[in-house]
C-alpha cells in the first residue's frame, strides 16, 4: 500500500486502524525470507556490509536491490544521534556505511575517518538530485566523487494534535513554548535539532550561531521552555505515542512522526511555523577502512534507487534524492507530505544548518545537556 | 523444650505479606508476556484482541536472528571461560594456603557491587586508546568480568563442602594431578560446573550496559531490542521477543540454582 | 576453612611427579601452586579492571580540545565538577534515589526474608530461586516493563480508567523521581532480600527460645533479638543495592524524564553526544569516590549506633 492509497483511504475513512496496521504488517513481511533459518544466518563470519543509522532506516523495504544481489538485508547498528555515532567510530566501532547529515560533512571528514565515494560505481546516481550534494564541503578533495552521499531530506518541525492544542493565529515555534500546555510538550534530545530550531525561535541568525551572544540567547530560550517539556528523548516511538495518547500535545519532531500518525488517524499536523523549520539533508560516508567496501556500493546504490525512495516517501515521509521517485506522487500528495517537486524549495524555504567546528559542537551538546537537566 | 514458641507456628499476617510481595515481583514482568499477545499497536487496557502475529513477525526477522546467534556466542563463550576460571580460583581458594586470600576473593567479587558502567567506560577507554576495534570479543572481556564473581560464589561452597581426602587418596594410589582432577574433583563438583554454566551464561545472555559501551557492529540480543526500542511499529515485536527472553532465562537460571542446591545463597554469608 | 595437603595441582600440566625442578619447587611452596591456579583470574582481571582503571584515573587528568585530547595533567575536570551545580546537583541526587530506593527495599525485604527463615519449613529451596529468579534475567526487560506498566496509557492508567476511578490518565507515573525509584526498588529486590534472608536463617533458634522463655513478647524478642543479630545481613544488602544503584542510567534514561536524570546518564552522555572522554573518565571516578565515601559514613553510623545501644 502506498501514500497514494493511504491518504485518499484515510480521507474517505475507508480505512481503519486495523486494515492499516495488516497493511504494515504486509509491508514487513513480503521482502523477508520464509525459512525461520537462512542459511547464512547461523553461519559464521559472513561479509554482509555493515550500515550505521538512525533507529527505522533498518529495514529491508530500504534495501531490495542488495537484497535481491545478496540474499539478505546488510547488517545494522543504530545510533541515537550521529554525534553519538562519531564518537563510537573514533573509539574504534568500524561500520561501513554511516548516517550523518550535511552540516556534519566537514567536520567529520575532520577526523580522517572516511573515505571519498566513487559516483561511478552506483548505477542509480545520474537520477541523484545535484543540489542534494552540490556543496563544497561534499566535493572538495573528494577526486571527483563525494564524500556523502545523499539519501533522505526533510524538516524538523512541530507536529500538533489539531483537535487538543488550541491554534491561535499563525502555526509558530510558539507551539513549543506555549505555557498554557505546560507538561505536554515533547522536544528532542539531540542538540542537532533542538539547538538550531531554538536559534529560530531565538531569531539568531544562522550565521552567527557561532557567537557568544547567540550561545546566550539559545540557552535562554531552551531554559525558558523547559519547565514545559514532558520529556526530551530521541526516540520516535516515546513522542509518537505520547502524541496518538494526547499525553503530549505537541512535539518537535522529524516528517515521519506526522506521517506515522496520520496513517494511524490520530488528528496532528506538521507544522510550517512562520519563522521557518528547520531543513536538512542527510545521506551516507564512506568508511576509510570499511571492512566490505564492494558491499557498502551495493547498499548505497540500494538506498537511492526508485524503490527504496518510494518506500521512504510513501510510508515515512521524508524525501529521497532520486528525482524519479517524486515522479511517483501527485502535487497533492507531496504537498500533504510536505514536501515539494524541487527540494531546494523546501530546503531554502526553512533554515538550513551550517556547518560547524567540534568545539562548537561541544560546547553546544555540553550546554544543551545542562538545560536538559534543569541548569 | 517444653513448648512449641509461636514463630514456629504459621502466621496469616506474614503469609499473606509473602503473597504481596511475590505479586510485586513477578506482577510487573508479566505484562510483557500478556501485551505480546495483544493485537494492538500500542500498550492499553482494555485489550482489543489476542494474536500471534508478532511472534510469526519475530522469526522472519533476520537481524532477530543474528542478534540471537551472537548473543549465544558470546554467552556461550563467556560461561566455558569464566566457569574455567572459576573452577582454578575456586580450588586455589579453598585448598592452597594464599596470602591475602580474603583482599584476592574480595577483588573477584567486587564487580558485583561497582556500577557496570564504572567498567564499561573504563574498558571501552583501554580497548581504543589500544586501537582495539570494538566486537563481540570486547563484549564478551567487559562480560567475563561480571560474569566471575557469580562463577566464583557458585563453586566455592562446592569445593569447601567435599573432603579433600578423596583427592588426596587417589594421588596417593599413583594417579597423576589430570586423571585426579578429571575422575575425582570433577564429578564431585559436576553440579557447581553446571550451575555455574548456567548461570553465567545467562547473566551475560541478558547483560546490557557492557554491551552498550563495547559493542561494535555485531549486535547481542539487549542490543538490538534497545535499538528496536525507537522505532513504532516494532514495539510489539518487541515484547514478543522480550517474551522469549524472559522464558529461556527463567528456565536456564531455575535449572541452574536447583541443579547447585547451595552455592549462590551461600556466598552471601561472606559479605 | 581447612587447609589440606593436596598434591597434585592443575597448574602441573600433564608432567610426570617428580621430574621438573619447578614442580618440586611448587610442591615446596604450596601457596606458589595456589597462585598458579589463581594466575589466570587474576591477569584477567588485572588486563579488564587494574588496567583500564589506571588508564582512566589518568586520562580524567587530560583535556578535550575538539576532536584530540591534550594530555595537560590538570585538574579541571574535577574543579568544573565541583563547581558547576549541574554536577553536583546530579551527584547527590542520585545517592539520594539510591538512598531511597534502597530503603525501600530493605524495608518491603526485610518481611519476606523474615518469613522465609522462619515460617518456611518445606521447599524452601524452590522458594529462594523462585524469590531470586528475576534478578537474574534481562534488567532492561524488567525496566522496560515499568514503562509498560506506569505509562501515560499504561497498565495502572488505563486499568483506572477502565473501572472508571479516574477521568483523565495520571501524568505523574512516569517520566519522575518516584518511577525511578520504584523501578530500582523492584529490579534490586532479590539483591537486598538474600544477604537479609542468610543473616536471619543464623539465627540460633534456642536463643529465641531463651528469650520467650524469659517472658519476652514477640515484638520486644523481635527488636531485642531478631533485629540486632539480623543487622549483618541488612548492611550486607544495603551496600549490595546502593552501591550499583547509584551508577545507573537504563532506568532513569527509560522512565526517568528530566527531573530524574542521574550521574550514570552524565557520565554515558560525555562517552555519547557529548563526546569529552577525560570528563566522563573524571565523572566516573568521582562517582566511585563519593559512593565510597557514602559507604564509609554509613559503616561509621552503623558502628556508633551499636556503641549507643550497648
Redesign the interface.
Known sequence: MTIRQMISGVKQGRLSRRAFTRSLLAAGIVPVMSSPFPRRAMASGDGHATVFTWGGFDVPELYQDYIEKHGDVPDFAIFGAPEDGLTRLRSGFVSDLIHPCMGDIPRWRQTGLFQPIDISRLSNWPDVIPSLYEEPHNLEDADGGVWQVPFDWGQTSITYRTDLYDLQGEESWDILWDERYAGRIGMLATGDDAWWCAAIKAGVPFEEIHTDEAFEAIAAVLREQRPLVRTYTDDTSSLNQALAAGEMVAAMTWNSSAVELTFEEVPVRFAQPKEGALTWGCGFMLHAEAPNPDRAYDVLDALISVSAGEFLTGDYGYGHSNARVLELFDDEELAALTLSRDPMDILDAGHRSIPQPPEWSARMNTLYEQIKAGF | ?IKR????K??RA??L??AF??G???I??L??PL?SFS?G??????IEGWTF?WYA?L?????V??AL?NSVRVAGSVAVVSTL??I??A?????????GKGP?LG??L??????????G?????????L????SLYTIA??H??IC?PFAIATLLPRF?GYD??M??AA??L?E???Y??WRVTVPIILPGIVASLL?TF??SF????MAF?LG????TL?LY???????????PVVLAL?TL??LF??AL??LG??IN?RG???I??R? | MTITHSSDGLGTTGARRGTSSLRRLLARFESLRGLALLAPTLVILGITVIVPFLLMSAMSLWTQIGFDYADDWSVRNYTTILSEPLYTTLLLRSLGMAMAATLLTVVLAYPMAYFLAFHVHRNKLVWLIIITLPFWTSYLLRVFAWRVILGYEGVINSGLMEIGLIAEPLNVLLYSRTAVIITLAHAWAAFALLPIYVSLEKIDKSVLEASADLGEGPVMRFFRVILPLSMPGVIAGTFLMFIPTVGDYVTPALVGGPNAQMIGNLVQLQFGTVNNWPMGAALAITMILSITLVGLLFLGLMYALRRWAR
Open positions: 523444650m514458641h509461636e514463630f514456629h504459621p502466621n506474614l503469609q505479606y509473602a510481595f511475590m510485586l515481583l513477578y510487573p514482568i505484562f510483557i501485551f493485537s499497536l500500542y500498550i492499553r487496557f482494555p502475529q513477525q522469526f522472519e526477522r533476520t537481524a536472528l543474528r546467534e576460571l572459576g582454578f580460583a580450588k586455589a581458594l579453598v585448598r592452597y594456603r594464599i596470602p584476592i577483588f573477584i567486587l564487580p558485583l557491587v561497582v556500577p557496570p558502567i564504572i567498567f567506560v573504563a574498558l571501552l577507554l583501554m580497548v581504543s586508546t586501537g582495539i576495534p570494538l572481556a567487559g567475563i568480568i566471575l569447601e579433600a581426602a583427592e588426596e594421588a596417593d599413583g597423576n594431578g589430570w585426579v582432577f548461570l545467562t547473566v541478558d547483560e546490557f550496559v559501551f561494535g557492529n555485531d549486535l539487549p531490542v534497545w535499538g528496536q526500542l525507537r522505532i513504532p511499529r516494532a514495539f522480550g527472553i524472559l532465562s527463567f537460571v531455575f540454582l536447583k542446591k549462590s545463597i551461600k552471601m554469608d559479605e
